[in-house]
Every structure is written in C-alpha cells, then in structure tokens.
C-alpha cells in the first residue's frame, strides 16, 4: 500500500507539567497551546487521562476536550488516551458520541490499557488484567457505536443489559478509532483485530523507529486474522517529540534544563527503561536526537521526517510529544517554526509556488521584453495622441 499522500501533524498532550509548577495556570497554557496549534494549522491533538505522580494532570480528557472545542474552529480532539479498565465500557461510548455531537464529528476516540501502575493500583486493576480488560471493553464500545440491536453482555468487571445508546456517533459509522502502542506487539495486535489505527508512542525510544516495520507486518497479520480490512496507513500516527530554533545549538541550549527534568521523571519517577537516568540535560537531548526526536533546524525535521517515513514504510500523521522542555516564548515558536517552514515542503504545499517563481527567473528576459514592448508602444501612442 502506498504512504498517504497528504502527511497530518499534531500534538500528543499527556501533559507534562513539572511538579511544583501552578497547576491552574498548567492547564491553562495547554488550553491556549491548542488555539495557537489551531491558528498555524495543526490538524490533530490528543489528550491524555492521568490520575496520579503530579506531572500529568488531566483526569478526564473528554472535559478537556469540550473545552477546547469551544475555543478553536478546525483542529482535531481526540482522546489520548482513555484507560479502557478504569470505566464502564458504556460510560466511555456515551460520553464520547456527545463530544461527537457537540464538537460537529472533531472528535476522535483514543485507547488504550492504562499508564501509570498508580492509577490501576489506587482503582484496585491488577496489571495483568488491564490489557485484557481494555480489549474486551473496547470490543463492546465499538457495538455500542455501530450495531442496531440492544446488548445484553456479562463480564467479571461489567454488565450490560439490553444496553443501547440513546445517539448514534454524529461520524458515521463511528469517529476515528486509534490504539497506543508502545514496543511490544500488544498495541497493534489490538488494533487489528478491532479495525482501529494505531498512536506509536516509543518512536523515539533506542529500538523505537527500527521496530517500526515490524508493528506493520503485526498490525496486519492481526487484521487479517481477525477477518478485519488490511490497515490503512493513514491511521498510523507516529508520536515524535520536537523542539525547532533557528540553529541546532540553539535548540539544544533552549531545552537543557526542561528535558533533563523531564526524562528525570521518566526514569526516577516512573521507572521507564527508555529513558535511563542521566545529570545532563544536553546528554538527553542528543541522545533523543540520535534515536529520531526532531530537535535543532526546520531544515534537520524536513530530513528527520523523511527519516521516518523511510524507516516506516510510510505513516499517516506526526504528533509532536507536548512538553514543556523550554520557555513558553520559545515553545510557541518551535511550533510556528514547524507550521511555517516544514509542513509546507513535507505537505508539498510550497511546490506550485516554487515552480512559478522559477518559471518567471527562466525566462524573465522573454517576459520582460514582451513587457517593455508594450511600455514602448503605449508611450509612442500618447505621443501621436498630442495635440500638434
């Protein structure tokens, strides 16, 4: 299958916000993030649920999104994601077929089993069982949106009885649906078998783009398998953090202190293994670099995406990994930076322009001549036109 034609860019927003910042004001810079986001022209941005460890505040993304929705016109919402084993499959769908109705069909389904052991410690989900659960209950989802009859089903964490929604989605048959995926073949094993896309988190993790080809192949065995159309690769979104300043230097000196806190909390706090410890925040940003992460010029993303859509075979979005890794004047410009000078050449939006400007330099001693031609004859007519 051939790479989808147009490439979409967005935000991946879980968020993080270091601990001790102001959590009012936190949430109110995501929220106006989004606008400016709206305004440059980004298409998608998905929300994450967190409801522990501090940094990643937003507990219900759905009323996050609502409020997004009234403060911007295009762009995309889409929940990233909801923890499937946290709530009743029912609450989920209902809740999700409003934002649908409300948002005029901007909204998009995110899923997935549940990120931070804390949460499903605190809720009483024992680990093992939170990617079965989030199978089972996206499965009834899916039926809730799409079939016609009631649905009666019994599980060992809910219950449905002649279960129908009272709105269909306002997106027919249903909103676009995508499952996380980090490094294990859980995530895109899901998305097969449920006819959904896939959010790639660990693009940037040491293994993250070489694995890239493999989740394809899984992604498509599961589809297949599972009596599901082959995937299509414009549900694929790569989520990819970046930072872009005017030179590379700058860029790496703009994000030291932020990225050094942040990956402190990846591997201190949440013990992630792809993210290793580390006192140097230029350490961490190069090493992000090396692994695919966009940080220096416009010019270095244009070839890093091409980097990934060599490495993937070809993907359908990119979601910039929201942080806060610098200050928030340099954080706006990173994006407008990005809007301004790398989608329009990795969009091809700028080409038709080019070939006219190129156009007119070829042969501009032509045109010009054919111009002053005219020039000439009209002032030898205003001569003749004299009274004598």
């Given at each position: 299958m051939a790479p989808p034609k147009r490439l979409n860019f967005g935000i991946f927003m879980a968020p993080f916000h270091i601990a001790g910042d102001n959590p009012t004001l936190s949430l109110q810079r995501d929220?106006?993030?989004?606008?400016?986001?709206?305004?440059?022209?980004?298409?998608?941005?998905?929300?994450?649920?967190?409801?522990?460890?501090?940094?990643?505040?937003?507990?219900?993304?759905?009323?996050?999104?609502?409020?997004?929705?009234?403060?911007?016109?295009?762009i995309r919402l889409g929940t990233g994601v909801v923890s499937i084993p946290y709530h009743h499959?029912?609450?989920?769908?209902?809740?999700?077929?409003?934002?649908?109705?409300?948002?005029?069909?901007?909204?998009?389904?995110?899923?997935?089993?549940g990120a931070l052991a804390t949460d499903a410690y605190m809720l009483g989900i024992p680990a093992v069982l939170q990617r079965e659960r989030m199978n089972e209950g996206l499965g009834i989802i899916i039926r809730l949106m799409t079939e016609e009859e009631p649905i009666t089903y019994k599980s060992d964490w809910f219950e449905l009885n002649d279960a129908q929604l009272q709105l269909k989605p306002y997106q027919r048959p249903t909103m676009p649906i995508a499952i996380a995926s980090t490094l294990t073949p859980s995530g895109v094993t899901s998305a097969g078998k449920h006819g959904a896309g896939v959010l790639s988190m660990a693009s940037y993790a040491e293994h993250g783009m070489r694995a890239m080809k493999d989740q394809w192949t899984i992604w498509n065995e599961a589809a297949k398998e599972a009596g599901k159309p082959a995937p299509d690769?414009?549900?694929?979104?790569?989520?990819?953090?970046?930072?872009?300043?005017?030179?590379?230097?700058?860029?790496?000196?703009?994000?030291?202190?932020?990225?050094?806190?942040?990956?402190?909390?990846?591997?201190?706090?949440?013990?992630?293994?792809?993210?290793?410890?580390?006192?140097?925040?230029?350490?961490v940003a190069e090493r992000l670099r090396a692994y695919g992460a966009l940080i220096g010029t416009p010019d270095e993303a244009v070839a890093g995406i091409a980097k990934i859509q060599e490495m993937s075979g070809g993907f359908g979005c990119l979601l910039g990994f929201a942080h806060e890794w610098a200050s928030r004047e340099k954080t706006l410009r990173s994006y407008e930076l990005m809007a301004r000078y790398v989608m329009p050449q990795v969009q091809d939006t700028v080409a038709w322009i080019d070939r006219s400007l190129q156009y007119n330099e070829d042969n501009k001693d032509k045109l010009m001549s054919g111009a002053k031609a005219a020039i000439d004859k009209a002032m030898a007519q205003r001569s003749d036109d004299k009274p004598k």
């Amino acid at each position: 299958m051939a790479p989808p034609k147009r490439l979409n860019f967005g935000i991946f927003m879980a968020p993080f916000h270091i601990a001790g910042d102001n959590p009012t004001l936190s949430l109110q810079r995501d929220l106006e993030l989004i606008e400016w986001l709206d305004v440059l022209g980004y298409d998608e941005a998905w929300i994450g649920e967190h409801h522990s460890l501090g940094w990643e505040m937003i507990a219900s993304p759905e009323i996050f999104i609502a409020t997004a929705a009234e403060r911007t016109k295009h762009i995309r919402l889409g929940t990233g994601v909801v923890s499937i084993p946290y709530h009743h499959p029912f609450h989920v769908a209902d809740r999700l077929v409003l934002l649908d109705h409300l948002t005029h069909g901007r909204v998009m389904l995110g899923v997935g089993p549940g990120a931070l052991a804390t949460d499903a410690y605190m809720l009483g989900i024992p680990a093992v069982l939170q990617r079965e659960r989030m199978n089972e209950g996206l499965g009834i989802i899916i039926r809730l949106m799409t079939e016609e009859e009631p649905i009666t089903y019994k599980s060992d964490w809910f219950e449905l009885n002649d279960a129908q929604l009272q709105l269909k989605p306002y997106q027919r048959p249903t909103m676009p649906i995508a499952i996380a995926s980090t490094l294990t073949p859980s995530g895109v094993t899901s998305a097969g078998k449920h006819g959904a896309g896939v959010l790639s988190m660990a693009s940037y993790a040491e293994h993250g783009m070489r694995a890239m080809k493999d989740q394809w192949t899984i992604w498509n065995e599961a589809a297949k398998e599972a009596g599901k159309p082959a995937p299509d690769r414009a549900t694929w979104r790569i989520v990819m953090p970046f930072h872009l300043a005017d030179s590379t230097e700058e860029a790496i000196r703009d994000i030291e202190d932020g990225v050094l806190a942040w990956n402190q909390y990846l591997s201190d706090v949440l013990g992630s293994p792809a993210n290793p410890s580390s006192t140097s925040g230029r350490e961490v940003a190069e090493r992000l670099r090396a692994y695919g992460a966009l940080i220096g010029t416009p010019d270095e993303a244009v070839a890093g995406i091409a980097k990934i859509q060599e490495m993937s075979g070809g993907f359908g979005c990119l979601l910039g990994f929201a942080h806060e890794w610098a200050s928030r004047e340099k954080t706006l410009r990173s994006y407008e930076l990005m809007a301004r000078y790398v989608m329009p050449q990795v969009q091809d939006t700028v080409a038709w322009i080019d070939r006219s400007l190129q156009y007119n330099e070829d042969n501009k001693d032509k045109l010009m001549s054919g111009a002053k031609a005219a020039i000439d004859k009209a002032m030898a007519q205003r001569s003749d036109d004299k009274p004598k």
